[in-house]
């Protein structure tokens, strides 16, 4: 089983963005807005929106594979192997897609490895005008210990007064 490790994000980001077939109109929008501030970290994004993004907006864009072709499941690689920092993902909740357990999947990594992961744009804005956004930030991921603390029963308010 995994231990608690302490993860170090360095004021250089490295920012993994996703978008739906539907949302990728979105996505391209709020990166538009945001490109000033985007143009200092590193940027990674799944083969389509990643060519959009680049052709579009003259960003130099690491891509990973389609979303259908293991995408999703590369940028939890890539999280895992702590080479990705956060993660903008603006889904389409209002339609099913193929690959839904590949995002399930991404989704659980990033909440083992303690990634935030903003799927609309509100989310997305708080995050890239956060103040964290320039500084070194030290997060610990999930391990055995949360899992144990589940099974150990915590004393009601009676019972710490008995003590």
Same mark, same amino acid.
């Given at each position: 089983? $995994?231990?608690?490790?302490?993860?170090?994000?360095?004021?250089?980001? &490295?920012?993994? $963005?996703?978008?739906?077939?539907?949302?990728?109109?979105?996505?391209l929008d709020w990166v538009r807005c945001n490109r000033g501030g985007l143009m200092h970290h590193d940027?990674? *994004?799944?083969?389509?929106?990643?060519?959009?993004?680049?052709?579009?907006?003259? $960003?130099?864009?690491?891509?990973? *594979?389609?979303?259908?072709?293991?995408?999703? @499941? @590369?940028?939890?690689? *890539?999280? %895992?192997?702590?080479?990705?920092?956060?993660?903008?993902?603006?889904?389409?909740?209002?339609?099913?897609?193929?690959?839904?357990?590949?995002?399930?999947?991404? @989704? &659980?990594?990033?909440? %083992? /490895?303690?990634?935030? %992961?903003?799927?609309?744009?509100a989310t997305a804005d708080f995050i890239i005008s956060s103040p964290l956004m320039k500084e070194e /930030? &030290?997060?610990?991921?999930?391990?055995?210990?949360?899992?144990?603390?589940?099974?150990?029963?915590?004393?009601? *308010?009676?019972? &710490?007064?008995?003590?």
């Amino acid at each position: 089983m $995994l231990s608690r490790r302490l993860l170090l994000m360095n004021p250089r980001k &490295r920012i993994a $963005l996703i978008a739906h077939d539907n949302r990728r109109h979105d996505l391209l929008d709020w990166v538009r807005c945001n490109r000033g501030g985007l143009m200092h970290h590193d940027l990674f *994004a799944n083969g389509t929106t990643g060519s959009i993004l680049s052709a579009e907006l003259s $960003l130099d864009i690491t891509r990973f *594979a389609s979303e259908p072709f293991g995408g999703d @499941q @590369q940028v939890g690689a *890539a999280i %895992v192997e702590e080479r990705i920092d956060f993660v903008v993902f603006f889904s389409d909740p209002l339609e099913p897609h193929p690959h839904d357990m590949d995002v399930k999947s991404l @989704q &659980r990594i990033a909440l %083992v /490895y303690n990634i935030p %992961v903003a799927c609309n744009r509100a989310t997305a804005d708080f995050i890239i005008s956060s103040p964290l956004m320039k500084e070194e /930030y &030290r997060h610990l991921t999930m391990g055995i210990e949360d899992l144990v603390v589940r099974w150990i029963p915590t004393a009601t *308010a009676a019972e &710490r007064e008995l003590r």
